[in-house]
């Protein structure tokens, strides 16, 4: 019989986080710093031994020390067997490789937790569908989907924070809602996985768009029409796949789309920058560390908006830019000369 999931906010919890990048080491911190026994896994085991020792992640989260109580392991196996909550925090495209090799050793009555934002080329699958051919049944079902409006950084030095945590099993969200929640860290709940899926990979693309804006000079009008105008391509993508309408005006919709375009440490606004002031995305990719979503997610979002038949015309010109090389201001420029239309068509 399984253990049922009661939420307790003085328990402390055996959690992994797998993915030792900025988010997975902040949340790291953040469930450690909430009392819970943690295991950080990175990929590289030299990475994990110099971690283990210096205790700071100075390559992705410089400035921040890991709490004494992290164990720091390059050994997946290690990492999630018996643990009752496991962060999924790898780039998107790894979840399949990594959690579909750790699903042999994880706890029946684990919940799983995804922190990773993106949809899956070729297949233009979810997270959640990928979710459901890597694990079992139980598990799969009873994952749940982080997602919202919040930097590293910002969650590491203990700034006031709130998230979203999506889940199809109203106990698991609130069994991790109640466990990830600090004074300065708020999850709210949610039913429509996909909603908050769809909205946390896609406005990568919009960021992208809004630092491109940004990067020509076209102004605060120019951006603030890409982030609302973004926000209604996104919506219409998200409600043809089944999404509540109300998910988008919430933290994994507009909450999420307003910071990751016009923060300055988000990566795919940083992209968008560069493109805009003429740089290559050959030249982007060699010079960054860390993943932007972004870049991916454009090809396989100008995908699925075609599959659906959903019109998206900033993810078309992104796509544009992207991935065949059109210059930026010339592509950008395209959306201006669009037929006039009604605000909601």
Not at 85 to 98: C, F, K, M, N, Y
Not at 131 to 145: E, K, Q, S, T, V
Not at 296 to 309: D, I, N, P, Q, S
Not at 325 to 339: N, T, Y
Request: with cysteine; charged share 20%; proline share 4%.
């Amino acid at each position: 019989m399984s253990t049922p999931l009661i939420p307790d906010v003085t328990a402390s919890h055996d959690v992994a986080v797998i993915g030792a990048g900025s988010y997975g080491t902040c949340l790291a911190i953040l469930a450690a710093q909430g009392g819970h026994r943690v295991t950080l896994w990175c990929r590289s085991a030299a990475a994990a031994a110099e971690l283990a020792t210096s205790r700071e992640n100075a390559a992705y989260l410089p400035g921040y020390r890991l709490p004494d109580g992290i164990d720091v392991t390059a050994d997946l196996e290690h990492a999630v067997r018996g643990k009752q909550i496991v962060l999924g925090v790898t780039p998107s495209h790894a979840i399949r490789e990594v959690l579909g090799r750790a699903a042999a050793w994880l706890d029946p009555d684990a919940v799983v937790v995804n922190a990773s934002k993106g949809l899956e080329e070729g297949s233009l699958d979810t997270i959640e569908d990928i979710y459901r051919d890597i694990f079992p049944a139980r598990i799969a079902g009873r994952a749940a989907y982080l997602s919202g409006p919040t930097f590293a950084t910002e969650i590491a030095a203990g700034l006031p924070s709130a998230i979203v945590l999506a889940g199809r099993d109203p106990e698991s969200c609130t069994f991790v809602q109640h466990a990830l929640a600090t004074e300065t860290f708020r999850p709210y709940t949610s039913d429509d996985v996909v909603g908050v899926l769809v909205g946390g990979a896609t406005k990568n693309v919009i960021a992208i768009a809004a630092g491109v804006s940004d990067g020509l000079g076209f102004g605060l009008n120019a951006r603030a029409a890409l982030i609302t105008r973004g926000l209604a391509e996104i919506t219409r993508v998200g409600v043809t796949m089944g999404a509540d309408p109300a998910t988008f005006a919430g933290l994994s919709g507009m909450g999420d789309l307003v910071l990751t375009c016009s923060g300055d440490t988000s990566r795919n606004r940083r992209v968008g920058l560069a493109l805009g002031r003429g740089q290559t995305m050959a030249q982007i990719l060699g010079e960054m560390r860390m993943v932007a979503e972004g870049v991916k997610t454009t090809k396989v979002a100008h995908e699925l908006a075609a599959k659906l038949g959903v019109q998206a015309p900033i993810t078309a010109v992104m796509h544009a830019i992207i991935h065949q090389g059109a210059p930026a201001r010339d592509a950008m420029q395209r959306l201006m000369s669009r037929a006039l239309r009604a605000e909601r068509d």
